[in-house]
């Protein structure tokens, strides 16, 4: 969960498939001047993505926020470049919990002409050689905020409200197939596209003014694989091979030095064993009888002392 030090009572998540997805913070950048420095707290982090799954965006603010003046709390939601949702709640109240789910933009069915909440949902990209400078240049346009989603918290002057005689319905491409070179070597693996969701009651529009940014979270949601070729998680190392696999993958010279080895490692285990299995003559000495010595399997033999007191043994 995204969490400014500046505003710890603000909390924004994405949900994938109901469940929180995991961040991993943006890689410091320090070579790079050309990013603007924002005049508002702001927050950026990875999520992981996968084709197919839907997600949401969950706010969260504590009791006790302080707004700038009398103003009116607003959400907006942008996804890939473009401003899908905004909410403003006329009712918020800082000395009670908030919480709202933002699940997708809304949408007029032409045939039905009923109100429907689409859902968010991650779509794959593919990448095509393509050398027409007029799709490269707009395929460049749409790329240039993919993956990207974008939760701004702002302050704003609530003027009034009216029912949407027309919900707008948001245009979208018939698939994420963009030319290579305007990716700009960059890791882009999805893009979100909206999908059918529940019906819903006719919305109510708010006019608002004065909307000014007070937090913004940034969240660019990438696949597993460009996620580690990007740096944000490491590399997975590559499976271990069985022992099978190994030697099915041997050249013939390795299997015949291979095979040379074994023998030798065999050869010296049967030479050890066979070492050991040979019986030892075991020799006792009788310390009390100090004119014999008893080796065992043997005749009795004669301990002889020298002048100097040295004893020696006759072997005759």
């Not at 197919?52 to 907006?76: C, D, S």
């Not at 499976?239 to 030798?264: G, H, V």
Request: hydrophobic content about 30%; glycine content about 6%.
């Amino acid at each position: 969960m995204a969490i400014l030090t500046q505003i710890p009572e603000i909390d924004v998540s994405v949900h994938v498939n109901g469940q929180p997805a995991k961040e991993y913070p943006s890689p410091c950048r320090d070579d790079d001047h050309t990013l603007p420095i924002p005049d508002h707290p702001s927050h950026e982090c990875y999520i992981e993505s996968k084709s197919g799954q839907t997600y949401t965006i969950e706010v969260t603010i504590a009791p006790g926020l302080k707004l700038p003046g009398k103003r009116n709390l607003g959400i907006r939601l942008s996804v890939d470049g473009k401003s899908i949702l905004g909410r403003v709640d006329s009712h918020w109240d800082s000395s009670r919990p908030y919480n709202h789910s933002l699940i997708g933009p809304r949408m007029l069915s032409p045939k039905s002409k009923v109100h429907r909440r689409q859902k968010l949902t991650f779509s794959p990209v593919t990448t095509v050689e393509e050398t027409a400078e007029a799709i490269i240049k707009r395929d460049t346009q749409i790329s240039a905020d993919l993956g990207t989603i974008v939760v701004s918290v702002n302050t704003c002057t609530l003027n009034g409200e009216s029912l949407v005689p027309n919900t707008q319905n948001y245009k979208q491409e018939e698939g994420f197939t963009l030319a290579e070179k305007s990716m700009k070597g960059r890791e882009l693996s999805h893009g979100t596209r909206f999908t059918e969701g529940p019906i819903i009651q006719p919305p109510t529009e708010f006019i608002v003014s004065h909307e000014q940014v007070f937090a913004q979270y940034t969240f660019r949601y990438r696949s597993r694989s460009a996620l580690q070729n990007e740096m944000i998680l490491p590399q997975t190392p590559p499976p271990q091979q069985s022992i099978l696999d190994q030697i099915q993958a041997m050249t013939k010279d390795e299997l015949r030095s291979l095979d040379e080895k074994l023998f030798r490692v065999k050869r010296e285990k049967e030479i050890n064993q066979e070492t050991n299995s040979t019986p030892r003559l075991k020799r006792t000495i009788d310390l009390t009888d100090d004119d014999a010595i008893e080796v065992s399997g043997h005749r009795r033999i004669k301990a002889v002392k020298l002048e100097d007191g040295c004893e020696v043994v006759d072997l005759t």
